[in-house]
C-alpha cells in the first residue's frame, strides 16, 4: 500500500508538470518565461485533488541544496476575477526576496489568472523559505496540500 501511495504522488507530479507545460505552449509566455516553466522542479506541493481557497497553514519550501529559482508559481483557481498580485519568499533569518509581480496564466477550465507565476531568477542558499502571496484568500490549497498554498519552484541547483 506504502509503495502505490508513493506511485500516486510520482504520477500526480507527472500529470501536473504535463498539464502546466501544455498551458504554458497553448498560452503566451515569452521564450524565456517558457524557458523557466520547463526548468527543473525543486519543489512542489500541488496535486490533482479537488481545492478550496485560503491556506490555514503556512507554505514553507525546502530547497535541499543552493540554488537558482528562475519561477514561481502560485495557484488561484477560485479567483474571483482577482488580478495577479506579488509572491515573496521568507528565509529562515528573516531575509525577505521579493515581492515580484506575478503574471497571470489561465489554468483548468479557462479559469483566467488562475496560475500567478513570477520570475525572480535569484540563487538562494539550502533551506526552508515562507511563501507569501499578496492574496491568500484566493490561494488554492486542499487536504492533500496540508492545507498550505499551492506552490511550484522551478530553476536548478548549484
Not at 501511495?5 to 501536473?16: A, C, E, Q, T
Request: proline fraction near 4%; hydrophobic fraction near 35%; aromatic fraction near 10%.
Amino acid at each position: 500500500m506504502l509503495k502505490n501511495k508513493s506511485y500516486n504522488r510520482k504520477m500526480k507530479k507527472i500529470f501536473l508538470t504535463l498539464i502546466i507545460v501544455l498551458m504554458v505552449f497553448a498560452f503566451g509566455c515569452s521564450d524565456k518565461e517558457k524557458a523557466a516553466l520547463e526548468s527543473e522542479m525543486l519543489w512542489t506541493n500541488g496535486n490533482i485533488g479537488a481545492v478550496q481557497n485560503g491556506p490555514s497553514n503556512p507554505t514553507v519550501i525546502t530547497l535541499e541544496q543552493d540554488a537558482k529559482v528562475v519561477a514561481v508559481m502560485n495557484y488561484h483557481y477560485f479567483n474571483d476575477g482577482v488580478k495577479p498580485g506579488t509572491i515573496s519568499l521568507i528565509g529562515a533569518d528573516g531575509s525577505e526576496y521579493g515581492p515580484w509581480q506575478s503574471k497571470g496564466r489561465i489554468g483548468q477550465g479557462n479559469v483566467e489568472n488562475a496560475y500567478w507565476d513570477t520570475f525572480p531568477n535569484i540563487e538562494l542558499k539550502a533551506g526552508e523559505y515562507q511563501v507569501v502571496d499578496s492574496d491568500p484568500g484566493t490561494w488554492s490549497q486542499n487536504d492533500e496540500s496540508g492545507n498550505t498554498g499551492f506552490t511550484e519552484v522551478r530553476g536548478s541547483y548549484l
